[in-house]
């Protein structure tokens, strides 16, 4: 049986990308792209699908680079599309990068953004296959940094600074765990509906901040046939819950600081 294993990293391995010769300028850009995410979809999920015309030094035409989360996924799809003309009359040419990937990128693992960590979910396990909870989201300004100097346009300079620490649970495999984060911003202060705005973005901001630091303790195993498996990994970048009442121990880079203690005050 073959088995793949996906993280929510960005991929930056060449051995997940395809390059695609010889479209034809039958369709426009827009469709060519539709076309084309219609077919490599089918053999996982794209983390980047770029459609660009062809130099002028070149036949009227298109090509294409497609990057996957997963190599054998990657691998599978040039296997099944090249030499075959999928949306056109004259056949495609798909190839896998040979370009070795630098020692700097393969040792880099920089989390996906929000908006891909939940793509790459859903992908896999569904919408109903994960669920996040905030354990506890508050505002961590200290009271001398309320008020600041004069800013521009006449307002005070602010800072504000917001906590979130929220778990991540996939119940149908039942594993779980916990992301932190912190987020700040210094801004001029021109009324309440500045202030009130700041804090909704803030709070909005750290959410998924959090929820990305969660996903990046997140392996999943494809089994084939559909299958998924939820792994979590006890790394030290995870926050660690300490016995401290009210305080929350974070080791993680990717967090504001990559050392701290996350206040987070009861009620």
């Not at 920089?110 to 979910?121: M, Y």
Request: aromatic share 10%; with cysteine; charged share 20%.
């Amino acid at each position: 049986m073959e088995v793949d294993f996906l993280e929510f990293v960005v991929p930056v391995e060449n051995n997940k990308t395809l390059f695609v010769w010889d479209i034809q300028p039958s369709l426009t850009e827009a469709e060519i792209y539709d076309r084309l995410c219609g077919v490599f979809s089918s053999f996982g999920p794209l983390y980047l699908l770029k459609v660009s015309p062809n130099s002028p030094l070149h036949p009227p035409g298109f090509s294409a680079l497609v990057k996957f989360y997963s190599a054998a996924q990657a691998s599978k799809a040039q296997r099944h599309t090249d030499g075959g003309s999928l949306f056109q009359s004259a056949p495609l040419k798909v190839r896998l990068s040979t370009k070795q990937t630098p020692h700097f990128l393969c040792d880099s693992r920089r989390p996906l953004s929000h908006a891909r960590c939940l793509e790459l979910a859903n992908y896999c396990l569904g919408f109903n296959g994960w669920t996040s909870d905030i354990i506890t989201l508050k505002e961590l300004t200290n009271e001398e940094e309320e008020d600041g100097g004069e800013g521009e346009e006449g307002g005070l300079r602010r800072r504000l600074r917001f906590g979130c620490l929220l778990q991540l649970s996939f119940p149908r495999h039942r594993q779980t765990t916990r992301g932190a984060a912190v987020v700040e911003d210094t801004f001029t202060c021109t009324g309440p509906d500045v202030l009130l705005q700041k804090r909704c973005f803030l709070q909005k901001r750290v959410r998924e901040k959090a929820l990305v630091q969660a996903f990046t303790t997140v392996l999943l195993i494809l089994l084939g046939h559909g299958k998924v498996m939820v792994e979590v990994r006890q790394t030290s970048d995870q926050c660690v819950p300490e016995q401290t009442e009210g305080v929350i121990q974070v080791n993680s880079p990717v967090c504001v600081y990559n050392l701290f203690y996350l206040y987070l005050y009861s009620n």
